[in-house]
């Protein structure tokens, strides 16, 4: 057990639906990253979040957006989805220090989004 | 850009074989470099790391070394298991609180 939540395990929904992804990061860590894994991509970062701030982007739609709230938890938000959005979604949480490269990244066990 | 090219699968091994995954990578400066496994069903976990050259990262049995002047981290195990069968990523990370970047991952049965 890595100590990152995420809810809920699977997720089924309809094209052009939205929904909402949630993650709580392991005690006391700041950043909160997600990542999006697909069988033709293959695991892609989308946006990481340090202690309430957008810290970087990566390959995210514009259909996507998060947040992370002042408890630490982070929420991503997934709208009009597509067939092609349907794909395992992690979260992933690290110590904040800047100037360290190494920090260990800890995954939640991810989220299973089926777009029908 | 940064990037991790790692061996395709799927690897099938028979029980007590000795694994070899390649991974090489792209990136300026001096990276981190990480091996991830993800066991089915699971999310991913750290296998090991190496955060300079020449380190040599260990764990359950699994080795890979920093190579920077092949820019390479090959992941080694002397005598798989089948409970080792799962899909192992490599990856890297610039500098700093950055975010990862993923080789493709190579799927690996092992077979008793």
């Known amino acids: 057990d890595s100590g990152v939540t995420q809810t809920p395990k699977h997720l089924i929904t309809a094209t052009g639906q939205r929904v909402t992804l949630r993650c709580s990061p392991r005690?006391?860590?700041?950043?909160v990253y997600w990542y999006q894994q697909s069988l033709d991509q293959g695991l892609q970062f989308l946006i990481q979040?340090?202690?309430?701030?957008?810290?970087a982007k990566g390959n995210i739609l514009e259909r996507f957006s998060a947040q992370q709230f002042p408890d630490l938890h982070s929420e991503l938000n997934l709208s009009s989805l597509e067939l092609g959005d349907s794909a395992l979604y992690f979260c992933a949480s690290s110590v904040a220090s800047g100037t360290v490269s190494h920090n260990e990244q800890f995954f939640g066990p991810g989220t299973r989004l089926t777009v029908l | 850009g940064n990037s991790v090219t790692q061996m395709e699968g799927p690897v099938t091994l028979s029980e007590e074989a000795f694994l070899t995954i390649n991974c090489t990578y792209t990136a300026t400066g001096y990276p981190s470099l990480f091996w991830y496994v993800q066991y089915p069903g699971e999310g991913l976990q750290l296998l090991l790391k190496a955060t300079k050259a020449d380190d040599k990262g260990s764990n359950k049995g699994f080795e890979a070394t920093y190579r920077k002047e092949t820019t390479s981290f090959h992941l080694e195990k002397g005598s798989v298991q089948v409970s080792d069968s799962a899909v192992y990523f490599c990856a890297l990370r610039s500098t700093g609180n950055t975010p990862l970047v993923f080789g493709k991952g190579t799927r690996l049965s092992v077979i008793a």
């Open positions: 005690s006391g860590d700041l950043s």
């Open positions: 979040y340090y202690n309430g701030e957008e810290r």
